[in-house]
């Protein structure tokens, strides 16, 4: 381990981890060691966690992350829960809507974040069409979450209850999502807040209940007035975790790239913005364009050396 390293696992108060011979794909040899930083203090965050950080009227933070950079960073931050979103479909491959996501795409995605985090509960979120079809199917799918995306977790938009009971009954946890599903973008005539009325309110509600009656062990509360995000908070014995929902709900998440500003086409009213990446992303990449141009860069810190007798041999030689 170098110097520099040692201190900065030091500073950071992180453990060393040493792990032998994998990274194959890297082409590293099998008897190469490879180091590095894993936190050592924080136990795995587990459904019972999030239900007792409930009861005991602790907030719950969650955000989404899609690649392994990320998920280290927050895990190593603290947060309670990872979620693998079908936003990813509109942050990180472009798309207009989440409804191209495939199941490839997420489990591509979700076994680079579950490489990242160790100790935070992670969600994956089935895409589209990946549960509606059929029970059996919604099933299928929910395993490979487990089996092969390194998931703890699966989440799924609507009142789908009957999908909801049997996966759970399969042993595998569910978190619903009710108020703004963008998976039904289309039905819902775009990205609008939900509930706003009396009676749509009072469905919300409902669904929610119905949802944890299944056995949902959270429900995301997405886009909905603030009062009604406290009070269907209250009616639940399992978390709400609230986007664009209020301060009233027993937790909070965001999409990551909003909230470091890292997606530009159009930020929700419900967004923080934490940081402005896109613009340090920016100035970055312009600043290299010109170091480049200027043949600033690379200097000679950045370049390899060879010794003067081999180089004078090179040029007798050539
Ligand atoms: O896909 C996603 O990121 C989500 C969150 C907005 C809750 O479903």
């Known amino acids: 381990m170098s110097d520099s390293y040692a201190k900065s696992v030091q500073a950071s108060n992180l453990q060393p981890k040493t792990i032998t011979g994998l990274y194959l794909d890297r082409r590293v040899p099998m008897s190469t060691t490879i180091v590095f930083p894993q936190t050592t203090t924080r136990k795995k965050v587990t459904t019972l966690t999030l239900r007792q950080k409930k009861e005991r009227g602790e907030p719950i933070s969650v955000l989404t992350a899609y690649d392994y950079p990320t998920a280290l960073a927050m895990d190593q931050a603290g947060m309670d829960a990872i979620l693998v979103g079908d936003s990813l479909g509109m942050v990180v491959l472009g798309y207009d809507t989440t409804l191209p996501v495939t199941m490839d795409d997420m489990l591509h995605h979700c076994r680079a974040v579950a490489r990242g985090a160790k100790s935070a509960l992670l969600i994956g979120d089935m895409p589209?069409?990946?549960?509606?079809?059929?029970?059996?199917?919604?099933?299928?799918?929910?395993?490979?979450?487990?089996?092969?995306?390194?998931?703890?977790?699966?989440?799924?938009?609507?009142?789908?209850?009957?999908?909801?009971?049997?996966?759970?009954?399969?042993?595998?946890?569910?978190?619903?999502?009710?108020?703004?599903?963008?998976?039904?973008?289309?039905?819902?005539?775009?990205?609008?807040?939900?509930?706003?009325?009396?009676?749509?309110?009072?469905?919300?509600?409902?669904?929610?209940?119905?949802?944890?009656?299944?056995?949902?062990?959270?429900?995301?509360?997405?886009?909905?007035?603030?009062?009604?995000?406290?009070?269907?908070?209250?009616?639940?014995?399992?978390?709400?975790?609230?986007?664009?929902?209020?301060?009233?709900?027993?937790?909070?998440?965001?999409?990551?790239?909003?909230?470091?500003?890292?997606?530009?086409?159009?930020?929700?009213?419900?967004?923080?913005?934490?940081?402005?990446?896109?613009?340090?992303?920016?100035?970055?990449?312009?600043?290299?364009?010109?170091?480049?141009?200027?043949?600033?860069?690379?200097?000679?810190?950045?370049?390899?050396?060879?010794?003067?007798?081999?180089?004078?041999?090179?040029?007798r030689d050539t």
């Open 128 to 315: 589209f069409m990946s549960y509606q079809v059929s029970v059996e199917e919604a099933v299928r799918n929910a395993g490979r979450f487990l089996q092969t995306g390194g998931m703890d977790a699966v989440k799924l938009e609507g009142g789908r209850v009957e999908a909801v009971r049997a996966i759970v009954a399969a042993g595998i946890p569910v978190m619903g999502h009710v108020g703004l599903t963008p998976q039904s973008i289309h039905q819902l005539g775009g990205f609008r807040p939900q509930g706003k009325s009396a009676p749509a309110a009072k469905r919300l509600l409902e669904d929610a209940l119905l949802l944890e009656e299944a056995g949902c062990f959270s429900i995301v509360l997405e886009s909905v007035p603030a009062r009604l995000g406290g009070l269907i908070s209250k009616k639940l014995s399992i978390p709400t975790i609230g986007i664009g929902a209020g301060a009233g709900c027993d937790g909070q998440v965001l999409v990551t790239h909003d909230m470091l500003g890292l997606f530009e086409r159009f930020t929700p009213k419900f967004v923080k913005k934490y940081a402005d990446l896109h613009t340090e992303m920016q100035r970055a990449f312009s600043q290299y364009i010109a170091d480049v141009q200027a043949k600033s860069f690379p200097a000679a810190e950045h370049s390899v050396e060879m010794k003067d007798d081999e180089w004078e041999e090179l040029l």
